[in-house]
C-alpha cells in the first residue's frame, strides 16, 4: 500500500486498507517526530510485530510511504531491504 505524505491514499489492494492507510500515515509522522527529537532526519521505517504479523512503515524512494501487513515471514524480504529483517 502506499499513501501520500498527507495520508491519501495513493494505490491499495486487500481488506481494510483505507484503516491501514491512516494507520500507517500516522505511524510515519510519529516517527518523524521520535527520530527529530532525536537528532536524526532522513528515511524513517517502523517495524511493529507480534503474534506471527508484522507491520511495516517505511518512506519510499519517490518520497511518500509505503506499508505492509502480514505474517512476519512474508515480509521477511522487505524488512531486510529496509534494514529490519
Given amino acids: 500500500m502506499r499513501v ?18 491512516n494507520a500507517a500515515a500516522f505511524i510515519h509522522n510519529q516517527a518523524k517526530l521520535i527520530a527529530a527529537d532525536l537528532g536524526r532526519h532522513g528515511r524513517t521505517a517502523v517495524h511493529l510485530k507480534g503474534g506471527g504479523l508484522s507491520l511495516l512503515v517505511v518512506k519510499s524512494e519517490v518520497n511518500d510511504i509505503a506499508a ?11 524488512l531486510r531491504k529496509v534494514g529490519l529483517g
Fill in 4 to 21: 501520500s505524505g498527507r495520508g491519501m491514499l495513493l494505490a491499495a489492494r486487500g481488506e481494510e486498507c483505507e484503516r491501514l492507510a
Fill in 68 to 78: 505492509a501487513l502480514g505474517s512476519t515471514e512474508r515480509l521477511r524480504s522487505l
